[in-house]
């Protein structure tokens, strides 16, 4: 591992731990490097702002998780794994949701969840027959779905991981609605 990503490494574990115990707004650049003990240039040197430590918090995470859910056989692993990451860092989501990012957030994810879509869509050769007008329209509006859930989720003080990645699982399948396509 290259010390730039040690360094960016220690920028996110100082900005998560410190989003962790107080609210997002009042973090600042300086707080972050005096918590890993680096200067505000070199903070610079690596990202723009905060928002772009928390971009890259968001991209490494989605990285692991493409990797992971691509040895997965069933799509419900993926699911529960996606489902338990945002329960996870429920804390840190909720402190964005009420930050002055919000909008910036929601982008973030919404376009977290779409690559990870098209990545999966992709990597697995699914949906061949479905043009591409027609999975642009599925992505967007189930990247939208899975964004509000997982924001949602991330609020849940007690969530049934189980019973939720099985109705997830049914209702993406299909056989929520209609009871005769799991046949």
């Given at each position: 591992?290259?010390?730039?990503?040690?360094?960016?490494?220690?920028?996110?574990d100082?900005?998560?731990?410190?989003?962790?115990?107080?609210?997002?707004?009042?973090?600042?650049?300086?707080?972050?490097?005096e918590?890993?003990?680096?200067?505000?240039?070199?903070?610079?040197?690596h990202?723009?702002?905060?928002?772009?430590?928390?971009?890259?918090?968001?991209?490494?995470?989605?990285?692991?998780?493409?990797?992971?859910?691509?040895?997965?056989?069933?799509?419900?692993?993926?699911?529960?794994?996606?489902?338990?990451?945002?329960?996870?860092?429920?804390?840190?989501?909720?402190?964005?949701?009420?930050?002055?990012?919000?909008?910036?957030?929601?982008?973030i994810?919404?376009?977290?969840?779409?690559?990870?879509l098209?990545?999966?869509?992709?990597?697995?050769?699914?949906f061949?027959?479905?043009?591409?007008?027609?999975?642009?329209?599925?992505?967007?509006?189930?990247?939208?779905?899975?964004t509000?859930?997982?924001?949602?989720?991330?609020?849940?003080?007690?969530?049934?991981?189980?019973?939720?990645?099985?109705?997830?699982?049914?209702?993406?399948s299909?056989?929520?609605?209609?009871?005769?396509?799991g046949?």
């Amino acid at each position: 591992m290259t010390s730039s990503i040690m360094t960016k490494r220690a920028i996110a574990d100082a900005l998560m731990t410190l989003a962790g115990k107080r609210s997002i707004d009042k973090i600042t650049v300086k707080d972050i490097a005096e918590a890993c003990f680096i200067t505000r240039q070199t903070f610079y040197y690596h990202f723009r702002d905060i928002l772009d430590v928390f971009e890259w918090i968001l991209e490494e995470k989605l990285e692991k998780m493409i990797v992971e859910t691509q040895q997965m056989e069933q799509p419900g692993e993926a699911i529960r794994l996606m489902l338990s990451i945002s329960i996870e860092n429920g804390e840190v989501i909720n402190r964005l949701m009420g930050s002055q990012y919000r909008e910036d957030v929601e982008r973030i994810f919404l376009a977290s969840i779409q690559k990870y879509l098209w990545e999966m869509i992709d990597r697995r050769k699914l949906f061949q027959h479905v043009t591409r007008s027609d999975l642009e329209m599925a992505v967007k509006l189930h990247s939208y779905a899975m964004t509000g859930l997982l924001f949602e989720i991330s609020r849940d003080s007690d969530p049934d991981l189980d019973s939720m990645t099985q109705q997830l699982c049914r209702l993406l399948s299909g056989e929520m609605l209609n009871p005769d396509a799991g046949q």
